[in-house]
C-alpha cells in the first residue's frame, strides 16, 4: 500500500488472489455464502409471497387488523430480537446449523409489505375467472398472482440476496465451526490474521463484490419497476 494511492499500479500481479486461496478456505466460505443467501432469498420469497397473497386476495376475519400487527413488527429493531432467536436456536439444538441462519426468513415483514401492495393491484376479475375455470386457491397464487408480480419479486431477491450476503453478526452467532463460516466472518478474519497486508483483504472483497453485481446486472430491468409497484397505495 502506497501514500499517494497510486489508482494504476506500476507493476499489477496476481500474488494477493494466490495468498488468498493459499492460506485460507476460501471457496469454502464462497460457497457457504452462496448457498445461505440463495436460500434465504427463495425461503422468503416463497414465505411472504404466500402471506401477501393471503392478505390481499382472500377474505378471513381481521385480516386488516392481524396485517397491521405483523407490519407493526417492523418498527422493532434487529438487536432487540437477536438475544430471543439465540435462546430459541439454543433450545431447539440448531446453534452451528445452516438452519439457525435461514429459519429467520421465514417472517420478513417488509417483503410481504411490498408484494401486498403489489398484489391488490391485480383485478379480481383475474382470479374470478381461474376460478371458474377450476383452479385452486394454490394455482390462482402460483399461476395467476406470481406472474403478474415479476418485477417486485426481481427486486425482492437482489435486495434480499443482498442483505444475506452482507449479512455478519447473525451468522457470526449462528456459526460457530469455522467449516461453516460466511465470507463476511472470513474477511473478518482476514483482517485479523494480515493486518498489514490489505492487498490481501482488498482482493477477498473485490470477489465479495461479485455475485451481487452480476445479479443486479441481470434484474435491474426488473429492479425500478419492482419498487414503484411497491409503492402504490392499495
Given at each position: 500500500m502506497s501514500i499517494p494511492i497510486e489508482w494504476i499500479p506500476k507493476n499489477p500481479s496476481f500474488d494477493a488472489y494466490k495468498k488468498l486461496f493459499s492460506k485460507f478456505a476460501f471457496f469454502r466460505t464462497v460457497g457457504n455464502s452462496l448457498f445461505i443467501s440463495v436460500t434465504y432469498t427463495v425461503v422468503t420469497l416463497i414465505s411472504a409471497s404466500m402471506a401477501a397473497f393471503a392478505f390481499a386476495k382472500i377474505s378471513f376475519k381481521r385480516a386488516d387488523l392481524l396485517l397491521k400487527i405483523f407490519l407493526?413488527?417492523?418498527?422493532?429493531?434487529t438487536q432487540v430480537t437477536i438475544i430471543p432467536l439465540f435462546v430459541v436456536m439454543n433450545r431447539l439444538s440448531l446453534v452451528d446449523t445452516y438452519s439457525s441462519v435461514l429459519l429467520p426468513s421465514i417472517f420478513r415483514p417488509f417483503a410481504m409489505f411490498l408484494l401486498v401492495q403489489q398484489m391488490r393491484t391485480i383485478p379480481d376479475d383475474f382470479l374470478d375467472a381461474a376460478s371458474i375455470d377450476g383452479a385452486s386457491i394454490f394455482s390462482m397464487y402460483f399461476k395467476v398472482a406470481l406472474p403478474l408480480c415479476a418485477p417486485t419479486l426481481a427486486t425482492l431477491s437482489v435486495t434480499t440476496f443482498m442483505e444475506s450476503w452482507n449479512d455478519y453478526l447473525w451468522p457470526l452467532l449462528m456459526l460457530t465451526s469455522q467449516g461453516k463460516m460466511t465470507l463476511p466472518i472470513a474477511l473478518s478474519t482476514i483482517n485479523g490474521q494480515y493486518t498489514t497486508?490489505?492487498?490481501?483483504?482488498?482482493?477477498?472483497?473485490?470477489?465479495?463484490?461479485?455475485?451481487?453485481?452480476?445479479?443486479?446486472?441481470?434484474?435491474?430491468k426488473y429492479f425500478k419497476n419492482g419498487m414503484m409497484a411497491g409503492g402504490i397505495k392499495g
Open positions: 407493526s413488527t417492523m418498527m422493532i429493531p497486508e490489505y492487498n490481501v483483504l482488498m482482493a477477498g472483497s473485490l470477489i465479495s463484490m461479485i455475485p451481487i453485481v452480476l445479479i443486479y446486472i441481470f434484474a435491474q
